[in-house]
């Protein structure tokens, strides 16, 4: 029934086009193409930077082509046929560019359109009495569209819904809110028993390909295809070690030390790029690179998300036209657009993840037989471990998966509430729509209900003296009708919430970047902070702006961004434990060499990785003074100092698990004793600290790290409270409980205005059932705790050895654990008892 | 906070009607907490018995909405009680309103003996020019930060006492704090739970 590809017109047309160009399609992209003209559905694999957008927008131009083999060229006016998603904003110029060549060359009318935050009113009305063929969107202007009168239309002629960079979008809330922009693009064909519409996902290569997939084209019903572009590539990584690991520092440094180390690799190469993993990290770097090679100054720029979007497309710019040498950025570049002059990646600290590793070393080596080089900088001496579990991960392709999100009442609540605005829904249809999307598959009728309620009543309420107005019950459908509340969630429309920003501008004009309002509450007039790699000094806030002068203090405050710090993902976890097997084993072999040499000659190694070999003394001292754990052992340090009695225990799990962990653990030995703890963690581990003795020993370790009473002991640790606040923000600016204001107008909605905290409080004393509550309870356990996550440790720990030892001095490990700054309380202890203890006696 | 020789209860910062105001918008706050504020300002009312009320700003959130009807019902109820509003920040409904219900309203701030009731120290006048009182104010909603050993932490909305004034903290359950540094010699009381500690 399909028709050879081969055989079609628009086939050769295109294949003419490409010969024209010195080109010929790839296997993976004819393969894709067929599938298209076969009207299937699907997901291309295929790395960035390969014709991966080729791989699509060709397909549906030849599928076009061959519908109107005679007069494709002169056809104006055909409606909506490609409705491209991406999740960058500064991806879609590029992206439209290479289709606005495309559709020239071959001499046909397409027009191809851009909207997202950027496109001004006069763009958008043109688009509204003509929809260009192509639209190239982000997921949140994809809602705005679901927003306006009469949608349904658009949507009638749409052939293909690409969702670009779909392993980006997948396991977050932007995946969800693509998820059911799709349920209703269905939803509206499928009135007219229309089964045309195809929905192609490009992803990069994740350990879950088939269910990111199945998720797209859920709504559907159809089985779909995966199309592999095999274009491995190779990658070289390339530690840059300490001279003297004895003397890199163990904690608290940001790899600054070695900043002699990296000059010569960024004058050796075209373009450098390098990634940091903060944006208060990427700031002082920034700095130092410059005073340590002044000749820079022109040729060096900064790219994070809170920089100015000017200038960040500036520099996005420049490192596409190679005219930029070195760039110091955060994950704000770890998206979409191929910056072919780049040759050197170097990535400063973990990058937490084997997927993310690799894609920051595919950044270097753009072309398709290049190696990718990336050089990895540790911030401390153990992160030098880290790497070779990342190298062994690689050769055994151990990437990590992107696990999607189910039953976010928050987007959901947003969604609806949407709809309300434009045309109105139907709770019966769009139910049936949205149990269609794999997200919400398990909701339950009883839920839907109670979702419904909670918009249309507003919750807990005094009857008679409440004038709570969402949505209004009207022709069977239900509909937002009050136009303030429907733009001001217009204006909240999105799923990624931010910190309360304040932006900062110089005295004299001129925009610099946006700061957390957290950071500048705390400065004094006078202070001198950096931002964007400029020096400044803080002059005073007015109207919701900081305004600063330049600065030429030699000294300034880093601002601390409270943002994305990622955990340490399970596979890394596990090529950790089993990395430091090999270095026990190794450590065990030179011993006994050394013991038959008499030991006077050092030690040979047959380390597989210089980065443990490197790392030998640490491990020798570590062994010395307490204990290396080998894959199947637990260790756990009891220390005593003059902040008090410490209790470190190092599980590789990643500071998630860890921080539910430590949690779990402070609770249950504060079953035993009245005691107060608070708790620290990173990504080896975590750490309790006490004012009083902590009883835990061989007696009693077993059943502290028992599967048992798991659940209710999570729900007891008050953290888990602690947890959920920090996930309710965002849940509840999503879910449309807080308001954040107009850009440039936070003064007139002020008495709107609202702390998550309080609110979080606020609703757990007095609604505890409340929807968006319980979500970000689930939120926890589920993403925060990694709940499966946590029980296979705990199933691992009882099935290991326990070493506790009694250190009389601070060990390697535990010492980035010590001076995390990051803590959390616990305690069994009264309230009126603990403030009694503090204060002075 | 009660003030026995002139029979009169010191409040500030209650914001009736902000849960209103907040669903009148289509924002869904739990309307139980204005009325539990409000049953907690009855039960002080029974319990101390007062022949009026001193409201140091503040003491509705923004614009009538029907939450203010429950008020006015409440206020028949204790139509003997006098109430006292020195004006805040945020109390803006029309001087008519304040009259039909009973309430006197004070602008800038009102001296009762050697005190002065103000809403917001720094904006008030009244206390430059009566330098020699003390004044009692709100509107910044106290909260104190004690730290421990071991690096522990907490947090508590407070009384603060300093040398020429007093802030009152927040009557309302829904709002924020803002935390204060007290100096030597100043007093701060804790609201830790259900008690009340004094912590300087």
């Known amino acids: 029934m399909s028709l050879p590809l081969e055989n079609t017109v628009g086939y050769r047309v295109i294949c003419d086009w490409l010969a024209s160009q010195q080109r010929q399609p790839f296997l993976f992209q004819q393969k894709t193409w067929q599938h298209i003209i076969n009207g299937e559905s699907g997901l291309v694999n295929a790395p960035t930077g390969c014709g991966k957008t080729y791989s699509i927008f060709l397909g549906a131009l030849i599928q076009f082509i061959n519908q109107h083999p005679e007069e494709y060229k002169n056809i104006k006016n055909s409606g909506l046929q490609l409705l491209w998603v991406t999740p960058l904003r500064a991806l879609a110029k590029d992206i439209a560019r290479a289709m606005e060549e495309v559709v020239s060359a071959l001499d046909m009318k397409w027009g191809i359109g851009i909207r997202n935050g950027d496109t001004d009113t006069a763009e958008r009305a043109r688009q509204k009495r003509q929809i260009p063929e192509v639209l190239i969107i982000t997921p949140e202007s994809l809602h705005l569209l679901l927003a306006q009168k009469g949608y349904a239309e658009l949507f009638s002629s749409l052939k293909i819904i690409a969702i670009d960079e779909w392993h980006e979008l997948l396991g977050s809330k932007r995946g969800v809110q693509v998820e059911l922009a799709i349920s209703r693009i269905v939803g509206t064909r499928h009135t007219n028993h229309d089964s045309t519409l195809m929905i192609w996902g490009i992803s990069a290569t994740i350990g879950n390909l088939e269910e990111a997939k199945d998720v797209l084209i859920n709504p559907l019903v159809k089985k779909g295809v995966i199309v592999k572009a095999d274009m491995k590539k190779a990658v070289e990584v390339e530690s840059i070690f300490p001279d003297e690991i004895e003397k890199y520092p163990w904690a608290g440094h940001l790899g600054i030390k070695l900043i002699d180390k990296v000059i010569p690799i960024i004058l050796q190469s075209k373009t450098t790029l390098i990634f940091i993993n903060t944006r208060g990290m990427s700031e002082t770097w920034y700095q130092k690179i410059l005073d340590a090679c002044p000749d820079l100054a022109g040729v060096i720029a900064l790219h994070h998300g809170s920089v100015d979007m000017e200038l960040r497309n500036w520099v996005e710019e420049n490192l596409h036209n190679g005219k930029l040498k070195v760039v110091i950025c955060t994950a704000s570049l770890d998206l979409g657009v191929d910056f072919r002059p780049v040759e050197t990646v170097i990535q400063v600290g973990s990058p937490k993840g084997v997927a993310r590793f690799l894609q920051r070393a595919g950044r270097s080596g753009h072309s398709f037989d290049a190696t990718s080089k990336i050089y990895f900088l540790p911030t401390h001496s153990l992160e030098l471990m880290e790497v070779a579990a990342l190298k062994k991960a690689i050769s055994e392709k151990i990437i990590e998966s992107r696990v999607p999100m189910l039953l976010c009442y928050d987007v959901l609540i947003q969604y609806l509430s949407t709809l309300a605005i434009s045309d109105g829904f139907s709770p019966d249809k769009i139910f049936e729509e949205i149990i269609a999307t794999h997200c919400y598959k398990e909701m339950t009728k009883e839920e839907w209900e109670r979702i419904i309620y909670f918009i249309s009543s507003g919750g807990n309420a005094l009857q008679q003296y409440d004038d709570y107005k969402k949505l209004e019950w009207e022709d069977e459908l239900f509909k937002i009708k009050n136009r303030r509340i429907a733009m001001r969630h217009r204006m909240n429309i999105g799923t990624i919430v931010s910190e309360s920003m304040l932006k900062v501008k110089f005295i004299s004009g001129g925009y610099v970047g946006v700061i957390e309002e957290y950071f500048i509450s705390r400065l004094q007039p006078g202070d001198v902070f950096t931002l964007a790699g400029r020096i400044l000094e803080f002059v005073t806030i007015k109207d919701m702006t900081a305004l600063v002068k330049k600065s030429s203090s030699k000294k300034s405050i880093v601002p601390s961004w409270q943002g994305g710090r990622m955990p340490l993902s399970a596979n890394l976890g596990f090529m950790l434990r089993k990395t430091l097997n090999t270095v026990k084993s190794e450590m065990s072999i030179i011993k006994q060499k050394n013991r038959k040499a008499n030991a006077s000659i050092s030690p040979v190694s047959h380390f597989m990785f210089h980065e443990l070999e490197a790392l030998f003394p640490l491990f020798e001292l570590q062994q010395q003074v307490s204990h290396v754990p080998k894959e199947n052992e637990l260790l756990i340090e009891q220390i005593e100092t003059k902040d008090g009695f410490h209790l470190f225990v190092y599980p590789f799990e990643g500071r998630l698990v860890h921080e539910a962990m430590a949690a779990i653990l402070a609770y249950r030995i504060s079953r035993i004793t009245s005691i107060t703890f608070s708790f620290a963690m990173n990504d080896y581990g975590f750490e309790l600290l006490s004012d009083q003795p902590i009883p835990v020993d061989d007696s009693n370790v077993y059943e502290l790290f028992s599967l048992e009473n798991l659940m209710n002991d999570i729900q007891r640790s008050i953290n888990s409270t602690e947890m959920a606040k920090r996930k309710f923000r965002n849940v509840a600016v999503i879910g449309g409980l807080i308001f954040q204001g107009f850009p440039g107008e936070q003064k007139k909605a002020r008495h709107l205005q609202n702390s998550a905290s309080l609110l979080f409080n606020v609703l757990s004393e007095y609604e505890p059932d409340n929807l968006l509550l319980r979500q970000s309870y689930s939120e926890v356990l589920e993403q925060q705790m990694e709940e499966s996550r946590l029980m296979d440790m705990l199933w691992r720990i009882q099935n290991s050895k326990i070493i506790i030892t009694f250190p009389q001095q601070l060990t390697p490990f535990c010492f980035p654990i010590k001076v995390d700054s990051l803590r959390e309380d616990l305690s069994s202890e009264k309230l009126e008892d603990r403030i009694r203890k503090m204060l002075p006696q | ?200």
């Open chain 2, 1 to 200: 906070m009660f003030w026995e020789e002139e029979k009169a209860l010191i409040v500030a910062d209650l914001h009736f009607g902000k849960t209103g105001h907040f669903r009148k918008s289509g924002i869904a706050i739990p309307q139980t907490v204005y009325k539990e504020d409000l049953q907690r300002l009855i039960h002080q009312i029974q319990h101390f018995q007062p022949e009026k009320i001193i409201i140091a700003g503040d003491l509705f959130h923004s614009t009538e909405n029907k939450e203010l009807e429950m008020f006015q019902k409440w206020r028949k109820d204790f139509s003997l009680l006098k109430i006292h509003l020195i004006k805040g920040n945020h109390d803006i409904l029309s001087d008519d309103w304040y009259q039909n219900a009973g309430i006197e309203v004070h602008q800038q701030g009102w001296i009762v003996q050697d005190f002065c009731f103000c809403h917001d120290l720094i904006d008030s006048s009244l206390m430059t020019h009566h330098s020699s009182l003390y004044s009692f104010s709100g509107h910044i909603h106290p909260a104190i930060h004690l730290n421990g050993m071991s690096k522990q932490s907490l947090r508590f909305p407070c009384f603060y006492f300093a040398k020429k004034y007093a802030v009152l903290p927040a009557f309302s359950r829904f709002t924020g704090t803002h935390l204060i540094k007290p100096e030597k010699g100043e007093i701060v009381f804790a609201i830790a739970a259900e008690k009340i500690i004094q912590v300087t």
